[in-house]
């Protein structure tokens, strides 16, 4: 992501509760920023489409700090599933 976090997809291998591994794909779906416990921050989204599911996991990384993970969105039909934002970050040296 850091070199070109533009790019048209991602796909990121994912070690499920049983331990096997699925690769993820996600597609760039645009630039954001948002208000977030921690404060606003400058994000690039992600989106995740599982059609067959109808579930829709939206992830939002912020390029200033080092592309971290600072929410993560998900639902299934129409009723939200799952949401995790950023309350607070420290850097550990």
């Given at each position: ?15 499920s ?21 921690y ?32 929410k ?22």
């Open positions: 992501m850091m070199a070109n976090p533009e790019q048209a997809h991602y796909v990121y291998p994912v070690i509760t049983s331990g096997s591994i699925k690769n993820y794909v996600y597609e760039y779906d645009g630039a954001e920023e948002l208000v977030l416990p404060g606003l921050v400058k994000t690039i989204r992600l989106k995740r489409e599982v059609v067959d599911k109808k579930r829709v996991t939206y992830a939002w990384f912020a390029p200033e700090m080092d592309y971290l993970l600072v993560l969105y998900q639902t299934k039909g129409d009723v939200e599933q799952f949401e995790a934002q950023l309350k607070s970050h420290q850097y550990l040296k």
